[in-house]
Nanobody
Framework: QVQLVESGGGLVQPGGSLRLSCAASRNIFSIDVMGWYRQAPGKQRELVAA???????NYADSVKGRFTISRNIAKNTVYLQMNSLKPEDTAVYYC?????????WGQGTQVTVSS
């Protein structure tokens, strides 16, 4: 099992940047995949970005070139750097961890992009 705690959300103007953090309660090398999902009102939760234990990354087409997922092994933390934010990026962002095909979720952090 793992506990995941997100931080870093908030209100930002279009074109701005935010960095989300996800702190894990165990060594993230032991987590098969860590990722960020988001859910906007009235929409399904969608994958934003993911990183495997071998550092392979994957991004949704809508965020490629704007968002970057990374990790700090020493801090057991995964980050999502979000640049050039758009109003359509507004959502609750959730950290996800997969261990032996079991999913674990954080509580979510709100990101609002608005002028």
């Amino acid at each position: 099992q793992v506990q995941l705690v997100e931080s870093g959300g908030g209100l930002v103007q279009p074109g701005g940047s935010l960095r989300l953090s996800c702190a894990a309660s165990r060594n993230i090398f032991s987590i098969d995949v860590m990722g960020w999902y988001r859910q906007a009102p009235g929409k399904q939760r969608e994958l934003v970005a993911a990183i495997t234990s071998r550092s392979s990354t994957n991004y949704a087409d809508s965020v490629k070139g704007r968002f970057t997922i990374s990790r700090n092994i020493a801090k057991n933390t995964v980050y999502l750097q979000m640049n050039s934010l758009k109003p359509e990026d507004t959502a609750v962002y959730y950290c996800n961890g997969v261990i032996a095909m079991s999913d674990y979720w954080g509580q979510g952090t709100q990101v609002t992009v608005s002028s």
